[in-house]
C-alpha cells in the first residue's frame, strides 16, 4: 500500500501527456506504450466503483455534494491499495473542501504534480473536447462551481474556475507539491522532465530520459492514438491528441475574446508570465 501522487491540472492542459511520460519512464519499455495502458499505470479519483466499495460495497443512489463529502476521503484511501508503492492518481479537481471536507485527502497523500497552461490556449482545447463553441469555453473556465456531470462509470467533479483550480494547488508553497507549465514541456523538455524525475526521486540516466521524452512525445501519442485508438477521446472529438502546440490564440481567438480571458485570469497569468 502506498500514498497517493496527484497528477492535477485543469482540464486540456498537459495532464495526459504527463501521465505518458511518467508511464515511459517507469516502465521504460522498447517500444511507445499505446495511450489506453495508462490505465494500468494510473488510477482516476472519480471512478465510481471506488465510491461503491468506500459505501459498503453498495452504489450510492445520488452523488450529492453531502455523499461525496462523506465518501470520497474513505474512497482515496482504498485507492492507496491498489498498488504497493506510490499511486499515481489523475484528477482535475480543484484543491479545495466540499461541506467542510476536503477534496483531496491530505492524510493519504505523498505529493502532487500539477500542470499549468495559458488558458487562451486551454479554451481552444476545451472547445474541441467538449464540443462547445469558444464564448461557451470561456464562461466554463470562468465558472468558479464548473464541474464534470455524473455519467456511467464516473462521479461528478467540481472543477472550479481556472484561476481558482491553479490558485487552489500552487498558491501555498509546498516541497511536496512540483509545478510545471505547459510550455515550458514543450521548449525546455529536457530540463523540465528531468526536473519531474528528480522531484520523484527517480534517478534515471539520460537516455532512459530521452527515450521516455520521445516516446511521450506529441507525434508519438497521436500516431498510436491513430492506430490503437484511445478510450479517453471525446465523442465531440476527432482524436484526442489534436495539435499540442503553444500560442495558438493568437491565431484563433479574437481580441475580444483574448482580452476576457486576460481580465478573467489576470492575477494567476501574470503569476506564471502569461501576462
Do not use: C
Request: proline share 6%.
Amino acid at each position: 500500500m502506498g500514498a497517493l501522487v496527484w497528477l492535477a491540472s485543469y482540464p486540456k492542459s498537459g495532464n495526459t501527456w504527463m501521465r505518458a511520460y511518467l508511464h515511459n519512464l517507469f516502465i521504460n519499455p522498447a517500444e511507445p506504450l499505446p495511450p489506453d495502458t495508462l490505465v494500468r499505470f494510473t488510477a482516476s479519483d472519480t471512478y465510481k466503483p471506488w465510491y461503491r466499495q468506500a459505501n459498503d460495497g453498495v452504489m450510492p443512489e445520488d452523488f450529492d455534494e453531502e455523499t461525496l463529502a462523506r465518501l470520497r476521503p474513505v474512497a482515496q484511501r482504498l485507492i492507496t491499495g491498489s498498488h504497493p508503492d506510490s499511486v499515481f492518481v489523475k484528477t482535475h479537481a480543484a484543491n479545495l473542501e466540499q461541506n467542510g471536507v476536503p477534496m483531496i485527502n491530505p492524510e493519504v497523500t505523498a505529493g502532487a504534480i500539477y500542470i499549468v497552461r495559458d488558458p487562451r490556449d486551454v479554451a481552444i482545447s476545451v472547445t474541441h473536447h467538449y464540443g462547445v463553441t469558444l464564448d461557451q469555453a470561456i464562461a466554463r473556465m470562468a465558472n468558479p462551481k464548473g464541474g464534470t456531470a455524473v455519467s456511467d462509470t464516473q462521479i461528478p467533479q467540481l472543477i472550479s474556475s481556472w484561476s481558482l483550480n491553479v490558485s487552489s494547488w500552487t498558491a501555498v508553497p509546498n516541497p511536496q507539491l512540483h509545478v510545471v507549465r505547459y510550455e515550458d514541456m514543450l521548449d525546455k523538455a529536457f530540463v523540465t522532465f528531468g526536473g519531474i524525475a528528480k522531484f520523484l526521486g527517480v534517478d534515471a540516466g539520460k537516455e532512459r530520459l530521452q527515450k521516455a521524452i520521445r516516446f511521450s512525445s506529441f507525434n508519438a501519442l497521436k500516431a498510436l492514438e491513430s492506430k490503437h485508438g484511445f478510450a479517453e477521446r471525446s465523442v465531440n472529438a476527432q482524436s484526442f491528441f489534436r495539435e499540442g502546440r503553444k500560442e495558438q490564440w493568437k491565431k484563433i481567438l479574437t481580441p475580444e475574446q483574448a482580452r476576457t480571458i486576460e481580465g478573467q485570469h489576470a492575477e494567476q497569468m501574470r503569476r506564471f508570465g502569461y501576462l
